[in-house]
Every structure is written in C-alpha cells, then in structure tokens.
C-alpha cells in the first residue's frame, strides 16, 4: 500500500487546475474502486496532460508511465475497420459485398448464412452472427479460473468462427444490433483474402507506420509483451471481494486477434484517433461510411451509444458527445474518447479488469469534456 500511496501523492503533484476533477477521478479509482493503477493521456490545443494513480507493477511499487506499453482489446476494432475501409476506397471490397462472396462456406450453420451478411452489418455489429466469445466452453476455458491453464493455448481465426457456428444467431442480419468478436475475426479474415497477406502486415503498412506508431503492433502468437509495459491483473471474472488477484500480462491474445488483439500505448492511441477523427486516415466517402452510426440500444451494451463501424460516440451526462472506441482484454481496459474532430481526445487506461471501468472512463471524460 506504501507504493500505492507514494504514486498518489507524486501524480498529486503535477495535477494542473484544469485537470483537478480528473485527477480525483483516478485517485479514487485505486483507493476507492481498488485496481492496480490508471492513466489518462489528455491532449487538446492548450497542450497535453498525463496523470496517474496507483502502480505499473504490484511488485515493485513503479508508476505508470506514458510510453508503456498494454493490452488494448476491442480499440482493435478501429483499426480492422480502417484497413476495411481503404480497400472499399481501392475499389479491391465494397461494403455491400457478402461475407459469401469472399469466404465461401465459412458462415454456415445454425441459422447462419453468409450469403445474407454484408461487410458493412459486420462492422456496425448488425450482422446477427453469434459472439464466439460468449460460447459456453470459451467462456469456461478463457474468462474464468480455468484461464491460468489455457492462457497460452493458440486459436487460429477459423476454429473461432466454427465456435460461433456451433451456435445460432441473435437475429437475422439487418433486425438488430449485437455486439460480436466474430464479426470483426471474419473481417480480418477478408483483409487476408483480399490482399494476400497477413492481417498484422496490413495494420502496419496501411496504419502504424504511416503514423509512426512505433509502439503499436499485432502480437499474433507472442506471449510476453514487448518493451516497457505496465503488468495486467485479473480476478479472473469470481464476484467476491476479496478474490486472489493474479498477474495475466503474459498470455496469447490469438483468441482476439482482429477483434481484440493490438497492443499499443496512451500516445500511440493519441495519434491513431486524432488522425482517424480528423480525417486524416480515410477519403471523404468512407469517412462517412465509418461514422454513419446504429443504434445499440435493446443490444445489453454501454448506454447512451451509438456504433459506427468500429467506433462508437457516447453522450455524456452534460449532453456533449465523445466520439472513439473501447476495449478489453484479460487484465487490461482502455477507452480513448474525444471530440468528433480529434483536437481533444482522452486516453484512459486500468491496468486491472475488475470493478466498473466503464463508469470511471466515463467519469474522465465528464471532467475533461464537460468544462
């Protein structure tokens, strides 16, 4: 506790009078809500801010700094959307193309039929394809106590498709909105088919490296993650209290991959969504198209959102609109949220996956974007 406290008092220190509220929403997160450490990356045209509480590592007291790296989760999305979206602007897809049409066979079963599935409900999560990750034996095997032994098992794309097709729809494409994994698996799997390399290949040359995101990357089978890292604790999903909390920052992400799987950091994501929000990244056309939004509501997800392709906007208590994505993954919860054209942005980070992430996320943005 001695640790936790000395990187409270020294985050303290540098609180800035426009980021006092936000300041007091991360101490509270550590000392009220109990996780590990948070961070928040704030930039906006007056300059940058970057403010922690709690600890980086449990073992050695360090504090979260702003080049570690961690676990982004579903943010992922937006970057499969992206890499979607410039080949629709290649002319090489079209949104309205069938996931038949470029994955022959793969979406059968159960009710599912691909030949009624565009890449468009795909990516706004109107494709009714069921959530792999919410089959009973992945949930067992990969959320749960049993996770500590499967942590490093390999999954490829395909068997988590199969998983999905095991089991029947949600609804039928186009009659609901359902958060799934699989659809953006199968999105990543177009990417490949299309252009005859590898999906992490495609995030670097069509995203990263034109950014400069030098700290971003798809990890495919690595289990350690590379360079300067926060460490990742999870309670493994048990309800109690007082459950034993266990460092999972090694693991094999290959159960996310395209839905879930980049690792990147607070400045890394700064770039990316500033880039994305503004225009930068996309022509006008497919602009459009990724912030052409549904809505989710009756689909048991965060409230007051709307999704777009791969990104969604959140509006807040105070009636401003946030506009990014989030994530999570084993041991890690990250939001990056801002203005709708990407001159404020918040990053936030919990390097643990218990308690309400979601909540204090939101309570960031509140003190940073309602003032």
């Not at 640790?3 to 980021?19: E, M, N, R, T, Y």
């Not at 928040?40 to 600890?55: K, L, M």
């Not at 794309?157 to 958060?179: D, H, I, Q, T």
């Not at 459950?243 to 090694?250: H, Q, R, S, W």
């Amino acid at each position: 506790m001695t640790g936790i406290l000395a990187c409270l008092f020294a985050a303290s220190l540098a609180v800035g009078g426009d980021h006092a509220g936000t300041q007091r929403v991360l101490d509270q997160a550590v000392t009220g809500g109990g996780v590990p450490g948070i961070l928040a990356d704030v930039r906006d045209p007056s300059g940058t801010w970057f403010g922690t509480a709690g600890v980086a590592d449990t073992e050695t007291g360090r504090e979260r700094r702003r080049h570690d790296r961690f676990r982004v989760g579903s943010i992922t999305k937006a970057f499969t959307s992206t890499v979607v979206l410039k080949l629709a602007a290649e002319r090489r897809l079209s949104l309205d193309d069938t996931v038949e049409k470029w994955l022959p066979g793969v979406v059968r079963g159960n009710g599912h039929d691909g030949s009624k599935i565009t890449i468009r409900r795909l990516l706004n999560q109107t494709s009714g394809v069921f959530n792999y990750s919410m089959d009973k034996e992945l949930l067992a095997r990969y959320i749960g106590p049993a996770f500590l032994k499967h942590r490093f098992d390999s999954i490829r794309p395909a068997e988590l498709v199969k998983v999905a097709m095991r089991n029947p729809p949600a609804f039928a494409p186009g009659k609901g909105w359902g958060y799934s994994n699989t659809n953006f698996v199968l999105a990543g799997m177009i990417i490949e088919k299309v252009t005859g390399r590898s999906y992490d290949v495609e995030v670097e040359r069509r995203i990263t490296d034109p950014l400069g995101m030098t700290a971003t990357y798809v990890p495919r089978e690595e289990t350690k993650l590379r360079g300067p890292h926060s460490r990742h604790y999870s309670k493994l999903s048990l309800p109690e209290p007082d459950a034993k909390v266990y460092d999972v920052t090694e693991m094999n992400a290959s159960t996310a991959w395209a839905a879930g799987g980049i690792v990147s950091t607070a400045g890394d994501l700064q770039k990316f969504y500033r880039a994305l929000l503004g225009g930068r990244l996309l022509p006008p056309a497919q602009q459009k198209e990724m912030f052409t939004g549904v809505s989710t509501e009756g689909g048991g997800w965060i409230p007051n959102t709307t999704y777009g392709l791969g990104v969604f906007w959140q509006k807040l208590s105070c009636g401003v609109t946030a506009w990014g994505g989030g994530g999570a993954i084993n041991g890690s919860w990250t939001y990056a949220m801002g203005s709708r054209d990407g001159k404020r942005m918040v990053v936030s980070n919990v390097n643990g996956d218990w308690g309400n992430p979601i909540a204090t996320f939101t309570e960031v943005l509140e003190a940073e974007l309602c003032s």
